[in-house]
Every structure is written in structure tokens, then in C-alpha cells.
């Protein structure tokens, strides 16, 4: 698994950019499979964290789980990794 590149700001905050990005291709029908492939590419950790990117993005799900996932997984953002994100979108 590649370290999950997004920061716990971005992830507790629901109206973030990352979360609107995945908002709009679920509205223009992008498939979830698809999106989920490019949380991936962009943002790096396994498809369990994506889907649960997914799923907060959604509001199906809490960012506190995906926290509490990630600490499990000894998740530790670099500062590099934060600011080049958004370069992959």
C-alpha cells in the first residue's frame, strides 16, 4: 500500500476540494469503480481507504471512521505528499 497522501484537515472537512471532486463525477456519472481507481492514482492508499473517501464524500459514512482506519495502518502523511495532490487532479 502507498501512504495516503491527504492530511487529517482534508479529510475531517467534508467541503474540501478532494470531496467535491468526487461529488461531481458521481454527478456526471462517472463509475464508482472509476472513481474509486482514481482516488487511488491520486491520493495513494488501498481501495479500502478509497472507498471510504468514497463514502464520506457521499455522506454515507463519517470522516472519523476513515481517521481510526488510517491510524490502524500507522498512516502518516508527509508534508510533500499534501501539497503534491492537488498537482494530480
Not at 458521481?26 to 481507504?49: H, K, N, P, Q, Y
Not at 471510504?52 to 457521499?58: N, P
Amino acid at each position: 500500500m502507498t501512504t495516503f497522501a491527504l492530511g487529517r484537515k482534508t479529510i475531517i472537512n467534508e467541503s474540501s476540494l478532494e470531496y467535491d471532486w468526487i461529488r461531481r463525477q458521481v454527478e456526471e456519472g462517472t463509475e464508482r469503480s472509476e472513481i474509486i481507481g482514481s482516488i487511488l492514482r491520486c491520493f495513494g492508499g488501498d481501495e479500502e481507504i478509497a472507498e471510504l473517501f468514497y463514502s464520506i464524500a457521499l455522506g454515507e459514512s463519517s470522516p472519523g471512521i476513515l481517521l481510526t482506519h488510517l491510524s490502524l495502518c500507522d498512516w502518516s502523511p508527509t508534508p510533500d505528499l499534501e501539497h503534491e495532490r492537488l498537482e494530480k487532479i
